[in-house]
């Protein structure tokens, strides 16, 4: 990969970000043109950075299930909960990427929840399809970090994916920072799909 081509701020403005379990934060929500892919990619930016201090980023990519509606089929609401109170805490930016379903869109992300109920894990479900078990391209990612004057981060993910790309895209990644786990009965395999195709950094027990 070359480094991404350059993007520029659009508009920043102040807005509250509120969970379900009462936590709440404010963040500088900043919007970008130029992006390579022509989507509405967000950058929250969350807390104080410390002057000389990386910032700890996360990319995370949007799950309209997970995310909004609380389903547990998958770990996506609460990884983004604990990125958002994380990053708060030390200064940071979590972007918010309109990858819904590993950039396969709602729909097919649907049908690919159809084939995991007849025992297909979520990456063998995406392959039936004609899909592919991941095809997302942080090329945007790299755009808006840049734009925002980021050259080196700290980055927030259990996903080898996502600093590999950043890394042949010109940002530099000092260090992969894991996320907790947040494994429950409903996402249990979800999780091991992860692990055994994708090598995502979780410890599971069991």
Same mark, same amino acid.
């Given at each position: 990969?070359?480094?991404?081509?350059?993007?520029?701020?659009?508009?920043?403005?102040?807005?509250?970000?509120?969970?379900?379990?009462?936590?709440?934060?404010? &963040?500088? =929500?900043?919007?970008?043109? %130029? !992006?390579?892919?022509?989507?509405?990619?967000? +950058? @929250?930016? $969350?807390? #104080?950075?410390?002057?000389?201090?990386?910032?700890?980023?996360?990319?995370?990519?949007?799950?309209?299930?997970?995310?909004?509606?609380?389903?547990?089929?998958?770990?996506?609401?609460?990884?983004?909960?604990?990125?958002?109170?994380?990053?708060?805490?030390?200064?940071?930016?979590?972007?918010?990427?309109?990858?819904?379903?590993?950039?396969?869109?709602?729909?097919?992300?649907?049908? &690919?929840? =159809?084939?995991?109920?007849? %025992? !297909?894990?979520?990456?063998?479900?995406?392959? +039936? @399809?004609? $899909?592919? #078990?991941?095809?997302?391209?942080?090329?945007?990612?790299?755009?808006?970090?840049?734009?925002?004057?980021?050259?080196?981060?700290?980055?927030?993910?259990?996903?080898?994916?996502?600093?590999?790309?950043?890394?042949?895209?010109?940002?530099?990644?000092?260090?992969?920072?894991?996320?907790?786990?947040?494994?429950?009965?409903?996402?249990?395999?979800?999780?091991?799909?992860?692990?055994?195709?994708?090598?995502?950094?979780?410890?599971?027990?069991?």
């Amino acid at each position: 990969m070359e480094p991404a081509p350059r993007a520029e701020v659009r508009t920043r403005v102040r807005i509250p970000l509120t969970f379900g379990d009462g936590y709440s934060a404010t &963040a500088e =929500a900043v919007t970008f043109d %130029g !992006l390579s892919d022509g989507r509405e990619h967000l +950058a @929250l930016l $969350l807390g #104080e950075p410390r002057p000389g201090r990386v910032p700890l980023v996360r990319l995370h990519s949007e799950c309209l299930t997970g995310d909004v509606f609380g389903s547990a089929r998958c770990d996506c609401g609460p990884q983004l909960r604990e990125a958002v109170q994380r990053i708060a805490e030390i200064g940071g930016v979590l972007l918010y990427l309109r990858q819904e379903g590993r950039d396969i869109g709602l729909y097919n992300k649907l049908d &690919a929840y =159809a084939l995991q109920d007849s %025992g !297909l894990d979520t990456y063998q479900a995406n392959a +039936a @399809l004609g $899909l592919p #078990e991941d095809g997302r391209d942080y090329t945007p990612a790299a755009q808006m970090l840049t734009a925002l004057g980021l050259a080196e981060i700290d980055l927030l993910t259990n996903n080898p994916d996502k600093p590999r790309q950043l890394l042949a895209l010109g940002i530099g990644v000092r260090t992969a920072v894991p996320t907790g786990v947040h494994a429950t009965p409903t996402n249990l395999r979800y999780l091991r799909a992860k692990v055994e195709h994708t090598g995502h950094t979780i410890r599971l027990i069991g």
